[in-house]
């Protein structure tokens, strides 16, 4: 049973740019969550996808988007770099149905 | 927004002493959930606890849930060096799958 893994680990981009976020879930878990995390906050729920579609989303602007793959990797985009985005982004699996998320190490993005 | 929030923000502690932290939240829930994070790295989940259950325990973890408070401890007892890390409680949305995280609590456990 492999985990989930995110890629890049560090990321360095500058303000009005655009960036994508990788993760790879759990083998066998169906939905990813994907969570913005400020130094000193606690995870902020970004959105969540079910078998490819979205299926729920937390209070962010719409130029962070993402996709679901069949194979339930995810992507996290962010269009429009502003230096706020600057933060780890955490990426979580879990089967749909069931409450424990199981999470990537995560992104950090540093917007300069 | 956060849903809830850890008290103390910040505990410092000895090998070997408890540690306990506390998580109040403001909505109907159906579990909660307790993480731990090592240096800002990912969330390992610890435990879940039920809106219907009132105690629950995992090796040296005893979590507590008083729905009628809103509120949850985690009790960490013999605590090791190891055991240093920030500790997060989370909600689901009641209706949905997303996790709504509290503000955290940093143990350091000194040895």
């Known amino acids: 049973e492999t985990g989930v893994t995110q890629s890049p680990t560090h990321l360095i981009k500058t303000r009005g740019q655009q960036v994508t976020l990788r993760c790879s879930s759990q083998s066998g878990h169906n939905t990813v969550s994907w969570y913005q995390q400020a130094l000193g906050q606690g995870p902020q729920f970004i959105f969540q996808y079910y078998r490819e579609e979205e299926n729920g989303r937390g209070n962010f602007p719409p130029r962070f988007s993402g996709l679901q793959f069949p194979n339930y990797s995810s992507e996290l985009n962010v269009n429009a770099l502003e230096l706020d985005d600057s933060a780890l982004y955490l990426c979580?699996?879990?089967?749909?149905?069931?409450?424990?998320?199981?999470f990537g190490p995560g992104t950090r993005l540093t917007v300069t | 927004s956060q849903q809830g929030e850890e008290d103390p923000q910040a505990l410092s502690i000895q090998e070997g002493e408890n540690a306990t932290m506390n998580c109040s939240y403001k909505t109907s829930i159906n579990n909660l959930q307790w993480y731990r994070q090592n240096s800002g790295r990912g969330l390992v989940h610890l435990i879940l606890?039920?809106?219907?259950?009132r105690e629950k325990h995992s090796g040296r973890l005893r979590v507590t849930l008083d729905t009628s408070k809103k509120s949850s401890s985690l009790l960490i007892t013999a605590s090791r060096a190891a055991d240093t890390a920030s500790y997060f409680c989370a909600t689901d949305g009641f209706n949905t799958d997303k996790l709504i995280f509290g503000t955290g609590t940093r143990l350091q456990v000194f040895p």
């Open positions: 606890i039920r809106s219907n259950e």
């Open positions: 979580a699996s879990s089967l749909g149905g069931e409450w424990e998320q199981y």
